[in-house]
């Protein structure tokens, strides 16, 4: 396909490829569309297949303009990149088309892979301070499992205290109306947050009585309506419970798991928060490496990129919050709050993204067959799943093999950075 091509540079990641397909192409794929859909075209008062051509033509023009210049452009902006070694990334965005039967001239805004400039990413100097397990972490998840298995026992004999349960009905009133009752409900008495209005007022209370709670809701508080605005609930204490904690002794760890003794637990629990701890460490060692690469490469950033990256963050961050209970009407409204701090982690992930993707080019490297072998390992001890479960999963599914296989080749790069670097702690 001869086609008539101009480019003009828009900025470093984004030409503008002005493209004329000959009449003879055009003229040619219409002949083609109109030939392959006339032996099945049913037209009223011809055999099928057996219909003058300009008859299938009058019956079928809409499709076949739809059609056709589908494929045309598709087509043509295949040969144009090819021709003009044009290195594309992302989807082309079409304009100012001209079409009939006998032309077609079109636009399109294409973003090109930018070149990346880095002086030097072997024997970076990073400064990490690898974080450690300490005893007030230890005896904090301990605490967690007495707490998880702590017995609630009915008070009888004394009024309501800080710390306690109580079972209660209430219903608010707010601005002379009452959006809210609810029978049974649970309410911890601590003083902090918002329930510390209900630890002050409902001290001393006892089981059967009934007080009102005033309160001044927060500015920031979800229900906007009552944000900012004094309430009253007029809550029932029905029974008062207690939380009885077990103690910590040999028969305790008997009973979270298959431990003989409350040491055995203790190094368990400390082995695992080593390990939570050393993947956080890893973590914040890579983002140190990123942080170091950012500032010794220059280069333009494709901002459709960056948006098509924005677009994937902004989605998930909804889905989350309304996984947290949120309406979708309110998830989209936090999400748009965020939006330009996303669009920072949008374009920092994009930029990074390159920046590997451009040393694994310098240096030659690849994922390889045992690459993958030990990731789907990794993957069947973290999910407890089969060997052949795993591979299975990820060899039958294209889009799933090529993802892992850019997590792989991002990780091959960012661990040989790191064993090239000079990593110390910060002096003190």
């Given at each position: 396909m001869k086609l008539k091509i101009h480019v003009k540079n828009i900025s470093a990641c984004e030409k503008k490829l002005s493209i004329d397909v000959p009449e003879e192409v055009v003229t040619d794929e219409f002949n083609q569309f109109y030939e392959a859909i006339s032996k099945r075209a049913k037209i009223p008062g011809f055999r099928p297949g057996h219909a003058p051509r300009n008859v299938v033509a009058l019956h079928y023009k809409d499709a076949a303009k739809s059609e056709v210049l589908k494929e045309l452009v598709f087509k043509s902006l295949q040969n144009a990149v090819e021709t003009e070694e044009i290195s594309l990334i992302g989807n082309p965005k079409v304009e100012n088309v001209d079409f009939a039967e006998t032309r077609l001239k079109f636009d399109a805004?294409?973003?090109?892979?930018?070149?990346?400039?880095?002086?030097?990413?072997?024997?970076?100097?990073?400064?990490?301070?690898?974080l450690k397990v300490n005893d007030d972490e230890l005896r904090e998840a301990i605490q967690k499992l007495q707490d998880a298995r702590g017995k609630f026992v009915v008070i009888e004999n004394r009024p309501v205290q800080e710390g306690d349960f109580i079972i209660c009905d209430y219903s608010l009133e707010v601005n002379g109306k009452s959006p809210e009752k609810k029978v049974g409900e649970w309410i911890e008495l601590r003083r902090e947050g918002f329930l510390k209005y209900?630890?002050?007022?409902?001290?001393?209370?006892?089981?059967?009585?009934?007080?009102?709670?005033?309160?001044?809701?927060?500015k920031?508080?979800?229900?906007?309506?009552?944000?900012d605005q004094p309430g009253k609930f007029l809550v029932q204490v029905k029974e008062i419970k207690e939380k009885k904690l077990p103690e910590l002794n040999?028969?305790?760890?008997?009973?979270?798991g298959e431990y003989q003794t409350l040491e055995e637990?203790?190094?368990?629990?400390?082995?695992?928060?080593?390990?939570?701890?050393?993947?956080?460490?890893?973590?914040?060692?890579?983002?140190a490496i990123y942080d170091e690469l950012i500032k010794r490469s220059k280069f333009d950033v494709p901002q459709g990129i960056v948006e098509d990256r924005l677009k994937h963050l902004l989605e998930d961050r909804i889905e989350m919050f309304k996984r947290y209970g949120m309406s979708e009407e309110a998830?989209?409204?936090?999400?748009?709050?965020?939006?330009?701090?996303?669009?920072?982690?949008?374009?920092?992930?994009?930029?990074?993204?390159?920046?590997?993707?451009?040393?694994?080019?310098?240096?030659?490297?690849?994922?390889?067959?045992?690459?993958?072998?030990?990731?789907?390992?990794?993957?069947?001890?973290r999910f407890r799943r089969s060997m052949d479960e795993i591979?299975?999963?990820?060899?039958?599914?294209?889009?799933?093999?090529?993802?892992?296989?850019?997590q792989l080749d991002h990780q091959k790069v960012i661990r040989w950075v790191r064993e090239k670097a000079n990593i110390k702690a910060p002096k003190a």
């Open positions: 805004l294409v973003e090109v892979r930018p070149k990346v400039k880095i002086d030097r990413y072997a024997g970076l100097e990073i400064k990490h301070e690898p209900f630890t002050e007022q409902l001290t001393g209370a006892q089981a059967g009585e009934s007080r009102t709670v005033s309160v001044t809701f927060p920031d508080y979800p229900q906007k309506e009552w944000a040999d028969e305790f760890a008997r009973e979270v637990l203790r190094t368990s629990i400390r082995k695992e928060l080593e390990k939570n701890k050393h993947e956080e460490n890893d973590s914040r060692l890579d983002e998830a989209k409204e936090e999400g748009e709050k965020l939006k330009k701090t996303l669009h920072s982690q949008a374009e920092r992930e994009v930029r990074i993204s390159f920046i590997v993707d451009e040393i694994g080019k310098r240096e030659n490297l690849e994922v390889l067959e045992h690459d993958f072998e030990e990731q789907y390992r990794k993957i069947s001890e591979k299975s999963y990820y060899e039958q599914d294209e889009h799933r093999k090529r993802s892992l296989h850019a």
